[in-house]
């Protein structure tokens, strides 16, 4: 069974590469953003808008960076009381979002870049983080600096990209991250709520 907004389930259709995934063997149900669904019994799925922008395959021209559509959407799992948040991209945390997450027990962020320039400064890219969608860890309005304040049990950064030298254990960016109470995700974690 696969889950997901009428936008991707459409875009899903219009791409060839997609029917891998064939409609005979996986069913495709649409969902709303805010509306939930249990996907099984005892667990409850919200998909909600997150600041972003629509994917590099997508751009016309310069995209809009920074609005909460369909495009880019965020995760809420609830069971047995409890909470996660999975935000994967996110290009600018906004007090929408803040409101959103606020007091989950576990938060799965978005943590593509440390600083945002980190492809630049890699010689890998041009683009910088904020370009991409993608708000960085640290910075003035980077998400360390705009999270700090919400009471989250555990705080993880995910979708790391490989220039980020975050990835590098006992780098003073990885304790930087770890210093500020957040947690890097690695290959086999596993979080129990």
Known sequence: MLYATAH??????????????????VSRVAVCPDV??????????????VPGKVPLWLENGEPEIGQATETTVGIMIEASGRRLAYVPGCALVTDALRERIDGVD????????????????????????????????????????????LPIRRRIFTHINNTNPVLIDGSDERRHVEDAGWQVACDGMVVTL
Not at 8 to 24: G, H, K, Q, W, Y
Not at 36 to 49: C, E, H, K, Y
């Open 36 to 49: 939930s669904f249990q996907p099984v019994d005892n667990l409850t799925i919200t998909l909600f808008p």
């Open 8 to 25: 991707v389930l459409d875009a899903l259709a219009a791409n060839t590469i997609f029917s891998v995934m064939s409609p005979r063997h």
């Open 106 to 149: 576990v938060l799965l962020f978005d943590g593509t870049v440390f600083a945002d320039d980190d492809l630049i400064r890699a010689g890998v890219g041009e683009k910088t983080g904020w370009r991409m969608g993608h708000v960085p860890m640290t910075g003035e309005k980077g998400s360390i600096r705009a999270l700090v304040d």
